[in-house]
């Protein structure tokens, strides 16, 4: 078994930052692709910013110069480092990963359990 656990979410007032924390655990093997989505009321999970298998990073164009991906291999673990946070970043934050429980098994994408992340003065 695998799991995926966010953490680091809250209110925030316009302007603030927050971090969040993503820890992979269980049957792990190796870790590809990580990354942070996020969903809004009535709106489509969108792909906020991630690793690629490459080892490169991705960002949304909302959130290109005030968001930070970075991750802790030794730990299994993704961070999300978010400044000036507006209200439309208003979601809930999930954490994906693309993980392989054994050398010879398949890579299979997982999902954390989210947290909510509110902008509002």
């Known amino acids: 078994q695998v799991q995926l656990v966010e953490s680091g979410g809250g209110l925030v007032q316009p302007g603030g930052s927050l971090r969040l924390s993503c820890a992979a655990s269980?049957?792990?093997?190796?870790?590809?692709?990580m990354g942070w989505y996020r969903q809004a009321p009535g709106k489509q999970r969108e792909l906020v910013a991630g690793?690629?298998?490459?080892?490169?990073?991705n960002y949304a164009d909302p959130v290109k110069g005030r968001f930070t991906i970075s991750r802790d291999n030794a730990k299994n673990m993704v961070y999300l480092q978010m400044n000036s946070l507006k209200p439309e970043d208003t979601a809930v934050y999930y954490c994906?990963?693309?993980?392989?429980?054994?050398?010879?098994?398949?890579?299979?994408?997982?999902w954390g359990q989210g947290t909510q992340v509110t902008v509002s003065s």
């Open positions: 269980g049957s792990i093997f190796s870790i590809a692709a």
């Open positions: 994906n990963a693309d993980i392989k429980s054994s050398w010879n098994s398949r890579w299979y994408a997982y």
């Open positions: 690793f690629t298998t490459g080892g490169g990073t």
